[in-house]
Each structure stands twice: as C-alpha cells, then as structure tokens.
C-alpha cells in the first residue's frame, strides 16, 4: 500500500507486488488488509489493478 505524505497519512493508493508505479511510500499489506483498503474507498493502482487481481471490483 502506497501511504500518503507525512507522518501517519492513510494509504493513497494500493499496488500489487512489483509495480512499476509504486514509490518509495510503499509498505506490503496482507490481501484482507487491501481488500479493506479498496472497500473503505482508498485508490486501486491503474497500472497494475491489484482489485482485479484479488477480485475485488467496483
């Protein structure tokens, strides 16, 4: 999970292990911990789509 900036910021953005896209930011997350994050509205990486990988999907 990609966290926002600054300390103690929610997660901004989820990716699956080994996106190009993830930053530094990035801390790895249990599937239940990003299937919570996907469902309380937090952002799905574009490029990767860990929703449709763990099939999760709007």
């Given at each position: ?34 299937r919570r994050a996907l469902a309380d509205g937090v952002l799905a990486c574009p490029h990767c ?10």
């Amino acid at each position: 999970m990609e966290g926002g900036i600054g300390v103690g910021r929610r997660p901004v953005r989820v990716h699956v292990g080994g996106c190009w896209d993830a930053s530094k930011r990035c801390h790895p997350a249990t599937q239940d911990q990003v299937r919570r994050a996907l469902a309380d509205g937090v952002l799905a990486c574009p490029h990767c789509r860990p929703d449709t990988a763990l099939g999760v999907l709007d």
